[in-house]
């Protein structure tokens, strides 16, 4: 992924639960509705939202509640970024993917799908295992309306 001059850059810390998804979406959406075009906020709340509770589900099931989890936005001039970082056991993105790809059309699977998800509502997607046993799952949406996103 190529990098690109930070506009602005927002990050928020949680416990490993599922309740706490309530608390990530009113962040994420104080900072996200009031600067990008309406359609492109759905889409990346959607993917956030697919990505925490992957991350609390699979990544940190076997870790107690109190392991954080990292989310940041960041505002770059053509794109918005998300990461999530986790400290679960490192899985390989295209391996899943494709794994998915043949269970997608499934109807007996109930889950399996919130990569897909996330890889058709972003324009980038990247997972990075990093050697401090922490995990990035990093997604970009590129902006296709103009974004008015202040500078602070």
């Not at 309530?22 to 990346?44: D, H, T, Y």
């Not at 699977?109 to 295992?129: C, H, M």
Request: net charge neutral; with cysteine; aromatic share 10%.
């Amino acid at each position: 992924m190529k990098t690109s001059q930070t506009i602005q850059q927002f990050e928020i810390q949680v416990k490993t639960k599922l309740e706490e998804l309530q608390a990530v979406l009113q962040w994420f959406e104080s900072l996200v509705f009031p600067s990008i075009p309406q359609k492109m906020g759905w889409q990346c709340e959607v993917a956030l939202v697919e990505a925490f509770t992957n991350a609390v589900r699979h990544a940190h099931h076997n870790l107690p509640e109190t392991t954080p989890i990292e989310l940041e936005v960041e505002f770059f001039p053509n794109f918005l970024e998300m990461r999530i970082w986790d400290r679960g056991k490192p899985f390989d993105l295209n391996a899943k993917l494709k794994a998915s790809e043949l269970e997608v059309n499934s109807l007996e699977k109930e889950g399996g799908r919130g990569l897909q998800f996330i890889k058709k509502l972003t324009d980038e997607l990247q997972y990075l295992n990093l050697p401090n046993r922490r995990n990035c799952l990093v997604m970009r949406k590129k902006y296709y309306e103009q974004a008015t996103i202040e500078r602070k």
